[in-house]
């Protein structure tokens, strides 16, 4: 089937607009993590789910950010107000399960861009 | 100081060469991760170990869980070797969130 599919692969907004970054995990998969990588750098945690529970947001950021994942398939990552420091590409991954040494499977990304 | 390092950052060889980039790590892991981040952005999972040593094709990883220290080789390098590659650590415990090194760049030139 499909791998990871995230949308849109490109935003750009203006400062304090608010953004909403969706991704498709694969088919099946029970874990979904949200990353986000600046340019030259690794990527970083953010926030994942198990199923629609939310198990673990300790990298978010600050209270802008937020993440769903309402019926434990797709999950919506909102930026509230953006600011240029938001700038970054935001990578979505899904696995089988929460484990540590299961497989994760990327998505494209999506590249924001705040001016 | 990073709980991931990679070195080198950056890494420029011949057509042919053996490769080594080299991973360590401050936590305590259930499994280490190495990823390839392509040209054009997409990342892919190449191994995943947790001890001792996997081969698939020219790509060779293998950890050592008390130097808490890894290392992926890639053997008879080709120009469609370069990219970026990442290595990742999961916790240990039950969190499968990843903690990413920065990444080495690597160009194989033909």
């Known amino acids: 089937g499909a791998g990871v599919s995230q949308s849109p692969r490109y935003k750009v907004t203006k400062r304090g607009q608010d953004v909403a970054l969706r991704c498709d995990p694969i088919?099946?998969?029970?874990?979904l993590y949200w990353y986000r990588q600046a340019l030259g750098q690794g990527p970083e945690f953010l926030t994942y789910?198990?199923?629609?529970?939310?198990?673990?947001k300790s990298g978010l950021p600050n209270d802008r950010f937020s993440a769903e994942r309402p019926e434990g398939s797709i999950s919506t990552l909102t930026i509230q107000r953006t600011e240029q420091r938001d700038s970054a590409m935001y990578r979505c991954a899904s696995s089988l399960s929460g484990q540590p040494y299961n497989e994760q499977f990327f998505g494209p990304g999506t590249r924001l861009t705040v001016l | 100081k990073n709980e991931v390092e990679q070195s080198p950052q950056n890494l420029t060889a011949q057509e042919g060469e053996f490769i080594t980039i080299n991973c360590s790590y401050s936590?305590?892991?259930?499994?280490l991760h190495w990823l390839q981040q392509h040209p054009g952005g997409g990342i892919v999972s190449l191994f995943m170990l947790s001890s001792g040593k996997k081969k698939h094709g020219r790509l060779i990883a293998t950890i050592n869980i008390q130097e808490k220290h890894s290392s992926l080789h890639i053997t008879a390098s080709h120009p469609r070797d370069s990219a970026v590659y990442i290595c990742?650590?999961?916790?240990?415990?039950?969190?499968?969130?990843?903690?990413f090194g920065k990444g080495t760049k690597l160009s194989v030139k033909p």
């Open positions: 936590v305590g892991i259930s499994a």
């Open positions: 990742a650590v999961g916790r240990g415990g039950s969190q499968g969130n990843l903690i």
């Open positions: 789910f198990n199923y629609e529970a939310q198990q673990d």
């Open positions: 088919s099946g998969h029970v874990s």
